[in-house]
């Protein structure tokens, strides 16, 4: 069986294009806002823009009226440099009842079976494919075996199938963006935590940041991002700035002012950055669903698998009994979601699992060792712990979980002595849930 690499080079690393994919859906998003606004809230002032925006809406009925299915799933693409390879899979669903987002990565690496026909194309493209008698690949080699136009067409099918689920709309954006970005909203205010420092002459790459709160322009934010061999848990802390940064980004750029200020960079971005098969109209119409929507409301969940050797090469592949547990968690009805927590207002009704949140223990007690006494627990339970640490704020006897959204956490208290669940965005910051260890806890 011939190697898949997964194309033809080594390219910017992937958990680099999920930070601006997201950014990127965030400005989509936010330019709607400003169409909508332009065209659609006019008070007929003297200047006749309230007239003409009556008038717009008499032309273009359905571009302003007309509601947007309880669940709309879009496929996310993120291309490197020369737009072959799809180092960012991301499938974004979009409850328009409930105003959520869950978002679910694919790993790059994901092994996938190709149909005959399109591995016919396949071959032809790239003849040495037929070497290849079982028809698997990594899932992104698709779109650079296939091309631009039957890779995107074939993903959409294969990532449906993968969940078992309809793709209705795609966006594909290249990483060229994000610089441009941050800099057209006049860039972003983030508190730096710690000295970065990172240099690598064969990307071109230099990081270089200090401590403190200051602005970071497109340049800088992209050395935040993708930073993170100089913390102790590399990957998994720079998950936890990207979540911060976007935070912050989202507070940024949905602001009235900054779209209003600049629409034409909005324009642009979509124009020169973005390839979708959703209409303009249609994304128009999204907008008036989307009031109301918090930034808070974003749940993100990876395909749940493993690393395994095939044949020679590295794949990742999917726990089918779990992925299907996450396909019935993520796309239930909306309306069932929303009649269910109409019923009751006990937390046994809204309670979520922690399993695969991001969690940071903080020892708050005297004893030492606490927080790596807790971790090493709670993953034997099953959980994630990404990080540990010793708390500086006022000691309490009783265990603090501090979780992002109302419900989570829950399934933690019985791990302690005494403790008790608060939603807190500042103490979690970039986790889903921070505990803070009391000092009534002992090991035991």
């Known amino acids: ?244 940064f976007m935070k912050v980004f989202m507070a940024t750029a949905l602001n009235k002012d900054t779209i209003m200020s600049n629409p034409g960079a909005y324009a642009k971005v979509l124009i020169d950055y973005v390839d979708t098969d959703m209409p303009a109209a249609t994304a128009v119409r999204y907008v008036n669903s989307l009031s109301g929507f918090s930034a808070e409301n974003v749940k993100g969940y990876t395909l749940p698998g493993e690393c395994a050797d095939i044949d020679g090469v590295s794949y990742y592949v999917a726990y089918e009994d779990e992925k299907k547990k996450l396909a019935a968690e993520v796309f239930v009805d909306p309306k069932s979601i929303q009649e269910n927590n109409s019923e009751g207002t006990t937390e046994e009704k809204i309670t979520e699992s922690s399993s695969g949140k991001l969690i940071q223990v903080l020892n708050g007690g005297y004893t030492s060792g606490m927080a790596g006494y807790v971790k090493d627990m709670l993953e034997a339970e099953g959980f994630d712990v990404s990080n540990i640490g010793d708390y500086g704020g006022e000691k309490l006897n009783e265990t603090m979980i501090y979780v992002s959204e109302k419900g989570q956490g829950e399934d933690l208290v019985k791990y302690f002595a005494n403790a008790k669940t608060k939603v807190s965005a500042e103490m979690t910051g970039g986790y889903d849930i921070v505990i803070v260890i009391g000092t009534g806890e002992q090991m035991k």
């Open 1 to 244: 069986m011939k190697k898949d690499n997964g194309g033809k080079k080594k390219s910017v690393p992937a958990i680099f294009f999920k930070i601006f994919l997201t950014i990127v859906i965030i400005y989509t998003i936010a330019f709607g806002c400003y169409v909508a606004y332009t065209y659609t809230m006019g008070d007929g002032d003297e200047s006749g823009e309230g007239y003409f925006k009556e008038v717009a809406k008499e032309i273009f009925p359905d571009v302003f009226v007309g509601d947007v299915p309880d669940r709309t799933n879009i496929l996310l693409l993120g291309v490197d440099a020369d737009e072959t390879r799809t180092d960012t899979i991301m499938l974004a669903s979009y409850d328009s009842v409930n105003k959520n987002v869950s978002l679910i990565s694919i790993p790059r690496d994901t092994i996938v079976t190709i149909g005959a026909v399109e591995w016919d194309l396949m071959t032809q493209n790239e003849p040495s494919l037929m070497y290849n008698y079982s028809q698997q690949m990594k899932i992104n080699s698709v779109h650079a075996y296939l091309g631009p136009e039957e890779g995107v067409k074939y993903l959409k099918e294969l990532v449906g199938e993968m969940f078992d689920v309809k793709i209705d709309y795609y966006a594909k954006v290249n990483c060229e963006a994000f610089r441009y970005i941050v800099d057209s909203i006049g860039g972003i205010e983030y508190n730096v935590e710690e000295r970065l420092y990172y240099e690598d002459p064969t990307q071109d790459l230099l990081i270089d940041l200090y401590p403190g709160v200051q602005m970071l322009d497109g340049d800088k934010a992209e050395q935040l991002v993708r930073f993170r061999y100089g913390y102790a848990t590399q990957d998994l802390h720079r998950v936890e700035v990207q979540r911060n």
